[in-house]
């Protein structure tokens, strides 16, 4: 499980790591108090390729990612 928290109106990282192939889950934090975010991934041409959904902070939501080829992607 990967875990991503946004404060500031930006991510606490900017590199993550997952297993290509198998599903695996994002735990989000918002620690932005009444504004909206959620976690996007894109893949290299930049189309979307994954959206949770947007919620205001400070909240926490589990996100479920389908399966992933190998590769590098961006999260938004």
Same mark, same amino acid.
Request: no cysteine.
């Given at each position: 499980?990967?875990? /991503?928290?946004? =404060?500031?109106? *930006?991510?606490?990282?900017?590199? %993550?790591?997952? #297993? ?20 996007? /991934?894109?893949? =290299?041409?930049? *189309?979307?390729?994954?959206?949770? %959904?947007?919620? #205001? ?20």
């Amino acid at each position: 499980m990967l875990k /991503i928290a946004a =404060q500031n109106i *930006a991510y606490d990282t900017t590199q %993550e790591a997952v #297993p290509a192939n198998p599903p695996f889950q994002i735990q989000f934090t918002n620690n932005d108090a009444g504004v909206p975010h959620n976690v996007a /991934i894109h893949d =290299q041409s930049n *189309a979307e390729i994954f959206k949770g %959904e947007i919620f #205001p902070g400070v909240a926490e939501k589990t996100y479920d990612v389908q399966a992933l080829p190998a590769g590098e992607y961006t999260f938004v």
